[in-house]
Protein backbone atom coordinates (compact mmCIF):
# COMPACT_ATOMS: atom_id res chain seq x y z
CA UNK A 1 0.00 0.00 0.00
CA UNK A 2 1.73 3.35 -1.00
CA UNK A 3 1.13 6.66 -2.27
CA UNK A 4 3.17 9.03 -4.10
CA UNK A 5 4.92 12.08 -2.42
CA UNK A 6 6.22 15.45 -3.69
CA UNK A 7 6.96 18.53 -2.53
CA UNK A 8 3.69 19.91 -3.89
CA UNK A 9 1.91 18.40 -0.83
CA UNK A 10 5.18 19.11 1.38
CA UNK A 11 7.62 21.22 3.23
CA UNK A 12 11.66 20.58 2.74
CA UNK A 13 13.50 22.58 5.17
CA UNK A 14 16.46 21.89 6.90
CA UNK A 15 17.64 18.34 5.52
CA UNK A 16 13.78 17.19 6.96
CA UNK A 17 10.71 16.82 5.23
CA UNK A 18 7.87 18.13 7.14
CA UNK A 19 4.25 17.43 6.01
CA UNK A 20 1.36 20.17 6.19
CA UNK A 21 -1.63 18.91 7.89
CA UNK A 22 -4.06 18.97 4.64
CA UNK A 23 -0.93 17.02 2.46
CA UNK A 24 -1.52 14.31 4.96
CA UNK A 25 -4.72 13.89 4.34
CA UNK A 26 -4.23 14.09 0.34
CA UNK A 27 -1.26 11.91 -0.05
CA UNK A 28 -2.96 10.25 -3.30
CA UNK A 29 -3.86 13.68 -4.96
CA UNK A 30 -1.56 14.43 -8.47
CA UNK A 31 2.06 15.81 -7.46
CA UNK A 32 2.51 19.62 -8.82
CA UNK A 33 6.16 19.39 -8.75
CA UNK A 34 8.49 16.70 -9.80
CA UNK A 35 12.14 15.90 -8.72
CA UNK A 36 14.41 13.20 -8.22
CA UNK A 37 15.56 11.96 -4.33
CA UNK A 38 18.20 10.46 -3.22
CA UNK A 39 18.97 7.56 -1.57
CA UNK A 40 20.79 10.02 1.32
CA UNK A 41 17.72 11.96 1.23
CA UNK A 42 15.68 9.15 1.75
CA UNK A 43 17.19 7.54 4.40
CA UNK A 44 17.27 9.82 6.77
CA UNK A 45 13.05 10.14 5.97
CA UNK A 46 13.58 6.62 7.07
CA UNK A 47 15.86 7.05 10.32
CA UNK A 48 13.59 9.93 11.49
CA UNK A 49 9.97 8.56 11.20
CA UNK A 50 8.93 7.78 14.41
CA UNK A 51 7.55 3.94 14.87
CA UNK A 52 8.45 3.45 11.03
CA UNK A 53 5.12 5.29 9.77
CA UNK A 54 4.63 6.95 7.86
CA UNK A 55 6.85 4.04 5.34
CA UNK A 56 9.41 6.11 2.89
CA UNK A 57 10.64 3.98 -0.47
CA UNK A 58 12.45 5.21 -2.91
CA UNK A 59 12.02 3.82 -6.72
CA UNK A 60 14.16 5.20 -9.51
CA UNK A 61 14.19 8.75 -7.66
CA UNK A 62 10.65 8.81 -6.75
CA UNK A 63 9.84 8.42 -3.23
CA UNK A 64 7.06 6.74 -2.67
CA UNK A 65 5.31 7.61 1.21
CA UNK A 66 2.63 4.60 3.08
CA UNK A 67 0.46 6.41 5.66
CA UNK A 68 0.21 4.19 8.72
CA UNK A 69 -2.19 0.86 7.42
CA UNK A 70 -5.89 0.64 8.49
CA UNK A 71 -7.17 -2.39 10.14
CA UNK A 72 -7.92 -4.45 7.61
CA UNK A 73 -4.90 -4.10 5.98
CA UNK A 74 -2.59 -5.23 9.36
CA UNK A 75 -5.19 -8.12 9.16
CA UNK A 76 -4.52 -9.21 5.46
CA UNK A 77 -0.81 -9.07 6.71
CA UNK A 78 -0.87 -10.77 9.76
CA UNK A 79 -3.06 -13.57 8.10
CA UNK A 80 -0.65 -13.80 5.16
CA UNK A 81 2.74 -13.93 7.29
CA UNK A 82 1.18 -16.42 9.75
CA UNK A 83 0.21 -18.76 6.54
CA UNK A 84 3.15 -18.26 5.06
CA UNK A 85 5.30 -18.90 8.10
CA UNK A 86 4.04 -21.85 8.93
CA UNK A 87 4.01 -23.53 5.50
CA UNK A 88 7.72 -22.33 5.42
CA UNK A 89 8.45 -24.34 8.92
CA UNK A 90 7.73 -27.40 7.43
CA UNK A 91 9.51 -27.13 4.30
CA UNK A 92 12.54 -25.40 5.00
CA UNK A 93 12.30 -23.58 2.22
CA UNK A 94 12.92 -20.00 3.31
CA UNK A 95 11.65 -17.12 5.83
CA UNK A 96 8.81 -14.77 5.68
CA UNK A 97 9.01 -11.17 6.80
CA UNK A 98 6.68 -8.31 6.87
CA UNK A 99 7.71 -4.63 7.19
CA UNK A 100 9.27 -2.18 7.71
CA UNK A 101 12.27 -4.29 6.37
CA UNK A 102 15.26 -2.90 4.11
CA UNK A 103 15.08 -4.29 0.98
CA UNK A 104 17.07 -3.18 -1.98
CA UNK A 105 17.00 -4.75 -5.14
CA UNK A 106 18.88 -2.11 -7.57
CA UNK A 107 21.53 0.36 -6.02
CA UNK A 108 19.75 3.68 -4.98
CA UNK A 109 16.84 1.89 -3.82
CA UNK A 110 14.45 1.33 -0.50
CA UNK A 111 11.50 -0.50 -1.01
CA UNK A 112 9.65 -1.88 2.23
CA UNK A 113 7.18 -4.82 1.34
CA UNK A 114 4.18 -5.60 3.21
CA UNK A 115 4.87 -9.53 3.49
CA UNK A 116 7.94 -11.09 1.42
CA UNK A 117 10.18 -14.37 1.11
CA UNK A 118 13.55 -15.04 1.34
CA UNK A 119 15.81 -18.35 0.69
CA UNK A 120 17.65 -20.11 3.73
CA UNK A 121 20.89 -18.54 2.73
CA UNK A 122 19.41 -15.21 2.33
CA UNK A 123 18.10 -15.85 5.83
CA UNK A 124 21.02 -16.52 7.61
CA UNK A 125 22.97 -13.50 5.95
CA UNK A 126 20.29 -11.02 7.15
CA UNK A 127 20.95 -12.58 10.81
CA UNK A 128 24.30 -10.37 10.89
CA UNK A 129 23.73 -8.15 7.76
CA UNK A 130 21.26 -5.37 6.05
CA UNK A 131 19.34 -5.21 3.94
CA UNK A 132 17.83 -7.92 2.42
CA UNK A 133 18.63 -8.46 -1.07
CA UNK A 134 17.36 -12.03 -2.70
CA UNK A 135 13.84 -12.33 -2.34
CA UNK A 136 11.68 -15.60 -3.92
CA UNK A 137 8.15 -13.64 -3.43
CA UNK A 138 6.98 -10.02 -2.45
CA UNK A 139 3.41 -9.46 -1.65
CA UNK A 140 1.51 -5.81 -1.67
CA UNK A 141 -1.24 -5.41 0.02
CA UNK A 142 -3.36 -2.39 -1.61
CA UNK A 143 -6.00 0.21 -1.34
CA UNK A 144 -7.21 3.16 -4.33
CA UNK A 145 -5.06 5.51 -2.84
CA UNK A 146 -1.81 2.89 -3.39
CA UNK A 147 -2.99 0.91 -6.48
CA UNK A 148 -1.14 3.26 -8.63
CA UNK A 149 2.57 2.86 -6.94
CA UNK A 150 1.89 -0.81 -6.26
CA UNK A 151 0.68 -1.75 -9.91
CA UNK A 152 3.61 0.92 -11.52
CA UNK A 153 7.04 1.57 -10.08
CA UNK A 154 7.28 -0.76 -7.67
CA UNK A 155 5.79 -4.01 -9.61
CA UNK A 156 8.08 -2.67 -12.29
CA UNK A 157 11.57 -2.92 -9.10
CA UNK A 158 9.72 -6.33 -8.17
CA UNK A 159 9.42 -8.05 -12.27
CA UNK A 160 13.03 -7.80 -12.42
CA UNK A 161 14.07 -9.13 -9.40
CA UNK A 162 11.96 -11.15 -7.72
CA UNK A 163 10.23 -14.51 -9.50
CA UNK A 164 6.47 -13.75 -8.14
CA UNK A 165 4.73 -10.79 -7.04
CA UNK A 166 1.38 -10.66 -5.51
CA UNK A 167 -0.89 -7.44 -5.18
CA UNK A 168 -3.72 -8.44 -2.93
CA UNK A 169 -6.72 -6.18 -3.85
CA UNK A 170 -9.23 -6.34 -0.72
CA UNK A 171 -11.55 -4.13 -2.47
CA UNK A 172 -12.01 -6.37 -5.28
CA UNK A 173 -11.40 -9.60 -3.53
CA UNK A 174 -8.63 -10.96 -6.02
CA UNK A 175 -5.24 -11.73 -5.97
CA UNK A 176 -2.74 -10.55 -9.16
CA UNK A 177 -0.03 -12.55 -9.70
CA UNK A 178 3.14 -11.00 -11.77
CA UNK A 179 5.97 -12.98 -13.05
CA UNK A 180 9.17 -11.60 -14.79
CA UNK A 181 8.23 -10.81 -18.29
CA UNK A 182 4.46 -10.56 -17.90
CA UNK A 183 2.52 -8.06 -19.43
CA UNK A 184 -0.77 -8.45 -17.64
CA UNK A 185 -1.34 -10.15 -14.35
CA UNK A 186 -3.16 -13.23 -13.80
CA UNK A 187 -6.20 -13.00 -11.52
CA UNK A 188 -7.16 -15.03 -8.87
CA UNK A 189 -9.78 -15.55 -7.12
CA UNK A 190 -10.26 -19.43 -5.81
CA UNK A 191 -6.80 -20.08 -4.35
CA UNK A 192 -3.27 -19.36 -5.45
CA UNK A 193 -0.67 -21.92 -5.31
CA UNK A 194 3.29 -21.17 -4.93
CA UNK A 195 5.89 -23.43 -5.10
CA UNK A 196 9.84 -22.12 -4.50
CA UNK A 197 12.50 -23.61 -5.18
CA UNK A 198 13.65 -26.70 -3.08
CA UNK A 199 10.39 -27.45 -1.42
CA UNK A 200 8.30 -30.68 -1.78
CA UNK A 201 5.25 -29.21 -1.66
CA UNK A 202 3.67 -26.28 -3.11
CA UNK A 203 2.09 -23.55 -0.63
CA UNK A 204 -1.62 -23.02 -1.17
CA UNK A 205 -4.22 -20.69 0.41
CA UNK A 206 -7.89 -20.67 -0.04
CA UNK A 207 -8.96 -17.13 -0.94
CA UNK A 208 -12.27 -16.90 -0.36
CA UNK A 209 -11.71 -18.32 3.14
CA UNK A 210 -8.85 -15.87 3.22
CA UNK A 211 -10.82 -12.68 2.34
CA UNK A 212 -13.89 -13.87 4.69
CA UNK A 213 -11.34 -13.59 7.38
CA UNK A 214 -9.62 -10.83 6.66
CA UNK A 215 -13.08 -7.73 5.56
CA UNK A 216 -15.28 -10.72 6.66
CA UNK A 217 -17.38 -11.36 3.23
CA UNK A 218 -17.05 -13.97 0.61
CA UNK A 219 -15.27 -13.81 -2.85
CA UNK A 220 -16.94 -12.23 -5.28
Not at 81 to 105: H, K, M, R
Amino acid sequence: MLTTCRRGGSVWENGALHFLRRAEHNMGMPATVHRRWTIAEVTALIDAAPDSAPRFELVDGELLVTPSPVMRHQRAVRTLLVALDAYLETTAAGEAFDSPFDVELEPDTIVRPDVFTVPPGEARRLENEMPARSLMLVIEVISPASALGDRGPKRELYQRHVPEYWIVDLDAQLFERWRPGDDRPEILRAQIEWHPAGASDSFTLDLPAYFARVVGTTSR
